[in-house]
C-alpha cells in the first residue's frame, strides 16, 4: 500500500493490498460450542502466560492465503493457537497428530 493510499488492507493476512478492508459488519451472533472452547483455550493459554494476542495475530497472519479462505473464524485461532505451541515447543506434532 502506497503512502497516498489511505485504503487499509486486510490485517489478517498480513496487509495483503489486494484484500482492502471495507466497514465492519457487527455480528452479535454468539460463539457456538467450538468457538467457545476456543476462546476458553486462548483465555487458558493467556492466563498462563503461555500465550499473547500479539502471538495468535502473528501466527493467524501466517496462515497460508488458500487456507485461511477455507477456515472458518475460530480455526483461525485453533491453528494459530497450534502453530505456537509447535513452534514454542510446547506440544510436539506427535501430540497433537501432526
Do not use: N
Not at 492466563?47 to 502471538?55: N, P
Not at 485461511?68 to 494459530?80: G, I, K, N, P, V
Amino acid at each position: 500500500m502506497s503512502e497516498t493510499d489511505p485504503t487499509p488492507a486486510t490485517h489478517d493476512i498480513g496487509g495483503l493490498g489486494r484484500y482492502r478492508c471495507v466497514a465492519v459488519e457487527r455480528d452479535e451472533t454468539p460463539p457456538d460450542a467450538f468457538g467457545r472452547q476456543v476462546d476458553a483455550l486462548r483465555q487458558v493459554l493467556a492466563s498462563k502466560g503461555m500465550m499473547t494476542v500479539d502471538e495468535l495475530r502473528r501466527w493467524i497472519e501466517a496462515i497460508p492465503e488458500d487456507e485461511y479462505f477455507q477456515l472458518t473464524y475460530y480455526e483461525r485461532w485453533l491453528t494459530s493457537i497450534t502453530s505456537l505451541l509447535l513452534d514454542k515447543g510446547i506440544v510436539t506434532p506427535e501430540e497433537i497428530g501432526r
